[in-house]
Every structure is written in structure tokens, then in C-alpha cells.
């Protein structure tokens, strides 16, 4: 158990529809990641948080997806109007700074059909 | 382009041998090299982390090496057990990134009995 807490642990939604996924870090973590992981692929960075700060992006995270981590503890994904090409592992993790290890969550499997 | 390129791709081995996993990168400039193991569904889990003044790094029947000249690492693993079948991730943080670390694409090991 890495401390890392991720809800839901798996999501079948239709095409179209809205999904939003919870990761809750490590208590004494500042930093927060999420990363997309397609099977036979290693993972592949989405977005960073430092607190409630949302510090980086990648041009991966379309306008359809949207990250918060409002009070710095937990954060959210939420991808709306999802389409078959989302289906995915969704995995959080969290670290206290750069250049430490990252601690990551189980995952949240999306399949979209 | 920032790479993390990994062999071999798969491999098996009997149980009990030594096995040795590669890792290629292009990233420039370069923080910190990382080795993950991820079971089949599971999140990653850290095993080694290193700096670029680090040669190696070791824990527990793991053994990572780093050559940041040829930006090669590779991670040794001693008298297998059916436990290490898994997927390695080698993981390579950019110098000057706050949170995009850069994944391969792993490395299937299938240990048999």
C-alpha cells in the first residue's frame, strides 16, 4: 500500500458522457501528478500540481479534460464528452519535491464504450 | 524529442537466474533516473533513483547503474523469484521539469518456475 488513494478503482461510461476521478495523495505531500497509461505503453504525463497550484500541462490534456486540487489535498480529473480513444489507466502520484520519489496510486481503469 | 527507450521489450527467465534490463535516453538536460515495477493492473512502485553523479544504486536483490556520458542505465536483477514478473519502467526526469517525468516503455519480465 503506497498511501496514494485513488476512487474509483474502475469506470465503464458510455461514449459521450462525463467522468470525474478522485486521487488522494499522501497527507504530507505537496506535489500531485496525473499520468494516462495505455495498455502495452508506460505512463505519460497529463498535469502537476504543487499545492493547489496547477504548475504544468501537458499538451495531452485536451480542453475536454479539466484537473483541481482545490485545497491542495486531493485532487480531481474530470473528462467530459468522453470518447473510445479515453480508455485508459488513470494513475495519480504524489512526492514532497522534485527529485524525490513519487509515490503512485493503484489507478483508475476507464474503459469508454 | 526527449526518449526513453527500453530493452528488450519481453523477456522470461527460470527462476532463480540473473537477468539484466537496459534503458537509452535522449533527455537533455538530465535531473534523475528512475526504475519502477509495475504489476499487471497496479500502479508503479519506486525501486531505485538516481542523480547524474550517481554510478549506482542498489536495494535489496535489485542493482541500477547510470552512465550519464552514453545516457545509458541498466537494472540488474539477482536470483530471481516468480514475484519479479512484472513490468520495468525506466524513468527519466528532465533538469528544469517540475513534474513530467518521462516513462519508456517498460520491460515484461516473466520469471518461470
Known amino acids: 500500500d503506497t498511501g496514494v488513494s485513488q476512487d474509483p478503482r474502475h469506470k465503464i461510461t458510455k461514449r459521450g458522457q462525463n467522468v470525474t476521478f478522485r486521487c488522494d495523495p499522501i497527507?504530507?505531500?505537496?506535489?500531485l501528478y496525473w499520468y494516462r497509461q495505455t495498455l502495452g505503453q508506460g505512463p505519460e504525463f497529463l498535469t502537476y500540481?504543487?499545492?493547489?497550484?496547477?504548475?504544468?500541462k501537458s499538451r495531452l490534456l485536451s480542453d475536454r479534460f479539466s484537473a483541481e486540487r482545490p485545497k491542495g489535498s486531493f485532487s480531481t480529473l474530470e473528462i467530459q464528452r468522453t470518447e473510445q480513444g479515453d480508455s485508459a489507466m488513470y494513475l495519480c502520484a504524489s512526492s514532497t519535491q522534485r527529485g524525490t520519489e513519487a509515490f503512485f496510486g493503484q489507478g483508475t481503469r476507464l474503459t469508454v464504450v | 524529442k526527449n526518449q526513453v527507450e527500453q530493452s528488450p521489450q519481453s523477456l522470461i527467465i527460470l527462476e532463480g537466474k540473473n537477468c539484466t534490463l537496459q534503458?537509452?535516453?535522449?533527455?537533455?538536460?538530465?535531473?534523475?533516473l528512475r526504475w519502477y515495477k509495475q504489476d499487471t493492473g497496479r500502479g508503479p512502485v519506486s525501486l531505485t533513483i538516481?542523480?547524474?553523479?550517481?554510478n549506482t544504486k542498489s536495494n535489496g536483490r535489485y542493482t541500477a547503474t547510470l552512465d550519464a556520458d552514453t545516457k545509458q542505465s541498466s537494472l540488474h536483477i539477482t536470483a530471481s523469484q516468480l514475484s519479479d514478473s512484472a513490468s520495468y519502467i525506466c524513468v527519466v526526469t528532465p533538469g528544469g521539469s517540475q513534474g513530467n517525468l518521462i516513462f519508456g516503455k517498460g520491460t515484461k519480465l516473466s520469471v518461470k518456475p
Open positions: 538516481m542523480t547524474f553523479s550517481e
Open positions: 500540481f504543487q499545492n493547489e497550484a496547477q504548475l504544468e
Open positions: 534503458c537509452n535516453y535522449t533527455v537533455s538536460p538530465f535531473s534523475n
Open positions: 497527507s504530507e505531500h505537496n506535489r
